[in-house]
């Protein structure tokens, strides 16, 4: 089993992860992450990890992508945010049909937005759906050649959620990225209208929270059983877990030359200052003990073809969501403990603060609602289907 924590780089060394600290302040700028780093990432071969053997990709396991999008957010949370949804939808694009497959795969290196709120209506057409609406945060959309919505489909008096794949030729972009935080993933409002999706570019949502999508079945490997939430919670908790470990390592390398007005003594010599580093270390650990404990379960269960079980997933969000508020009190903590001068907007402590501020915010880490589903779950009380597990 590969575990959270391995150390396979996926093309993702630290001269990378210093290319996009370099170009951090650019990309924020432009909100939109550069070319070049687009570029550079599928050249590393990161983004197809999760492409099955069947289609020319290395099909590694699910948990391999993990500790690279951990490590990216060290150069760039932005980055990493974006080029880890990059990779995590090449995966859910092996969970539709064959023939979706083997369009998209088959068409270039997979760039594509995925906003999953059914906030669109496919209706019934002859071989598929007419589709229409308008959805936000379709991160990495600038950049995209595809898109993947999420829609209500089928006939009114027996609907139906399903994810519809798209060439992106066939949607408006709409600037409307204008944030405080994770400016550089540019995710921008798409509008799709009367666009016709074919029924094999279409899979119901069900099936994939599941892990039983077509291409569960079509893929002889336990990466494509993996329940779509704890895969995209754990997937986009792995930002702030990073970003929390670069807050930790600038402020321990800031006390050795930092020397306070009071007393003119070095931050370094002040116990407060030393305690404040080790409560950050302790709690990134037990972070990372929480995170592999967390994927162990779910990689053991599907090794002996058990299906992971709705507390099981519910678990794994929690998790999830534990591991970005963690990360984010984390990096709050050690802001407040370093002094004025980490306020400038050009500060990487600074700008680490305001991405994990802005990401926490994704439904998946709705802390009050993770608990709930997970005690909930746990004592056998029915929750709605449409919650997200």
């Not at 077509?214 to 930002?239: E, F, I, K």
């Amino acid at each position: 089993m590969i575990a959270a924590g391995s150390n396979t780089e996926l093309g993702i060394g630290q001269s990378f992860i210093d290319e996009l600290a370099a170009r951090a302040q650019a990309a924020e700028d432009a909100r939109r992450l550069p070319e070049q780093t687009i570029a550079d990432a599928v050249a590393s071969g990161f983004l197809g990890a999760l492409v099955p053997k069947r289609f020319g990709g290395p099909q590694e396991r699910f948990p391999a992508v993990l500790d690279p999008i951990r490590r990216m957010a060290h150069g760039c949370v932005s980055s990493a945010w974006t080029l880890g949804f990059y990779a995590l939808h090449n995966w859910l694009l092996a969970l539709f049909p064959e023939q979706a497959q083997t369009e998209a795969y088959g068409s270039g290196p997979f760039l594509c937005p995925a906003p999953l709120a059914p906030t669109g209506r496919g209706i019934p057409a002859e071989g598929g759906i007419l589709l229409s609406g308008r959805w936000s945060w379709a991160t990495g959309v600038m950049s995209g050649n595809w898109i993947m919505v999420g829609a209500l489909c089928g006939p009114t008096d027996d609907l139906y959620l399903a994810l519809t794949l798209l060439p992106a030729d066939g949607v408006v972009i709409e600037d409307v990225w204008h944030t405080e935080g994770m400016r550089a993933t540019g995710s921008n409002d798409v509008v799709i209208e009367n666009v016709f999706v074919p029924e094999h570019r279409m899979a119901r949502v069900l099936d994939i929270y599941g892990g039983t999508a077509p291409g569960a079945r079509l893929h002889d490997a336990s990466t494509y059983r993996w329940p779509l939430v704890p895969a995209l919670a754990l997937a986009a908790s792995m930002p702030a877990l990073g970003a929390a470990e670069r807050a930790t390592d600038i402020y321990a390398d800031r006390l050795e030359g930092r020397v306070l007005y009071e007393g003119g003594t070095r931050q370094r010599d002040k116990p407060i200052a030393q305690a404040h580093l080790g409560q950050a270390q302790v709690r990134l650990r037990a972070l990372h003990g929480l995170l592999d404990d967390t994927v162990g379960e779910i990689e053991g269960l599907l090794d002996t073809g058990t299906p992971v079980a709705v507390p099981v997933r519910a678990q794994a969000r929690l998790a999830a969501a534990h591991i970005v508020r963690e990360s984010r009190s984390v990096i709050g903590d050690l802001l407040s403990a370093s002094g004025a001068s980490v306020h400038f907007t050009d500060h990487p402590m600074q700008r680490l603060k305001r991405d994990v501020d802005v990401l926490s915010g994704h439904v998946v880490f709705d802390y009050d609602t993770a608990r709930e589903l997970a005690g909930a779950t746990a004592i056998g009380i029915k929750v709605p289907r449409s919650a997200m597990l």
